[in-house]
């Protein structure tokens, strides 16, 4: 890695907003344990996160982080904006981390924690709180909310995991045909993403036959693809944590009357979730577009659970910023802001009348909303 991806003015200015929210609060501190929001807060970039990362932002004063003693060295070419205290595997980032707060004189104040996160663990959470005697109060949301809108410096990683996507895409497009390996054509689609400068992404790539489509969350396997079956591509490139993800359908050996014409009506569907992505719209507008063109075409009877979910920051196991999807729904209050940046998916697949889906990122800017995967929507024929 390449160290630190942000400026110390960029990492100050969201500590500074985060203080603030953290006063708001009534709070005198809080403590972050989600993977997402350390690396947002200290620009951590490494595969440590498999242990607890505590990070302690006080209100005034320096920000602290706990994690195991063997990262000093990891956290100290990384880290400017945070002091490192590092805990020996004979015991917790809970233990160190009460003994810190004990030394702030923050053990018997009102603390934030973040409850829902899988950077916290029940038990390390029961711990902290049987060893700080303090009114604890739930931060889960506080800096999420705050990564929704991207900053000019988390838009140009963007479009650089963008552009990385695309290469990748179109590896794994140009090598899938009748008889190819499952694993040849991942092959292919991960040597190009990392020769392109890529990252480790979050989770995937997902590419698999159609006849495994439902599995949702696998990937290749040891089979080869067949003419007459779609291949299923659902991928992202990564810089410095940050993912543009894609979907596609190649389609080998042609494709069917139906599913031309629902590859039409899914274009249309996805132009109309982008023209509705404006400032001051809602989640649920957006769905409703998506979910009028389907109507107005004759799939009334077709629901989704939503046209896609804001993406950026992403830790393994997921690119979606953590153990939950802020998604584009049918029953979300969402407000849609300038800076926004959304994986939107128009997947039409399981209809009884022909199958389609495409999926691209796209950031809404002061100009409107811009595409930054920019592999062609398709039909794709191979």
């Known amino acids: 890695m390449d160290g630190n991806p942000f400026s110390t003015e960029e990492i100050a200015r969201r500590l500074d907003i985060v203080r603030h929210e953290i006063a708001v609060c009534g709070l005198d501190a809080a403590v972050f344990a989600s993977p997402e929001n350390v690396f947002y807060l200290t620009g951590l970039d490494h595969w440590g996160y498999f242990a607890p990362h505590l990070l302690i932002v006080p209100v005034e004063g320096r920000p602290v982080l706990v994690t195991r003693a063997m990262e000093r060295v990891t956290i100290e070419n990384h880290v400017r904006s945070a002091e490192f205290r590092g805990h020996s595997d004979s015991e917790t980032a809970a233990d160190l981390a009460a003994r810190i707060l004990a030394e702030r004189g ?58 990385i996507t695309d290469i990748a895409a179109q590896a794994a497009i140009d090598a899938v045909h009748d008889g190819a390996a499952e694993r040849d054509v991942a092959a292919e689609c991960l040597a190009a993403m990392t020769r392109a400068g890529g990252h480790v992404p979050g989770f995937g790539p997902f590419i698999r036959p159609f006849s495994r489509l439902g599995e949702e969350h696998t990937t290749w396997g040891s089979a080869r693809y067949h003419k007459g079956e779609p291949v299923f591509i659902e991928l992202s490139g990564c810089v410095s944590r940050y993912h543009a993800p894609l979907g596609r359908l190649v389609r080998l050996g042609g494709i069917s009357d139906a599913d031309a014409r629902m590859a039409e009506i899914a274009a249309e569907a996805f132009r109309a979730v982008v023209d509705a992505l404006r400032p001051g719209a809602h989640a649920r507008d957006v769905y409703a577009a998506w979910q009028s063109v389907a109507d107005e075409r004759g799939l009334s009877h077709y629901r989704r659970h939503h046209c896609g979910y804001c993406v950026g920051i992403g830790q393994p196991p997921s690119w979606t910023g953590g153990n939950s999807v802020t998604g584009l729904r049918h029953d979300s209050d969402l407000a849609i802001r300038t800076g926004m940046s959304f994986h939107i998916l128009s997947w039409l697949m399981g209809t009884g009348q022909g199958d389609d889906f495409i999926s691209n990122t796209v950031l809404l800017t002061d100009d409107g909303p811009e595409f930054l995967t920019r592999t062609p929507m398709g039909p794709i024929l191979r």
């Not at 916290?120 to 902290?128: P, Y």
């Open 106 to 163: 923050l053990s018997s104040r009102r603390l934030g924690l973040e409850f829902w996160t899988a950077g916290l663990s029940h038990g390390l959470a029961r711990r902290l709180e049987a060893l700080v005697e303090a009114e604890w109060t739930d931060v889960s949301n506080l800096v999420d909310r705050l990564r929704l809108v991207k900053s000019l410096e988390e838009q140009a990683l963007m479009r650089k995991a963008a552009a």
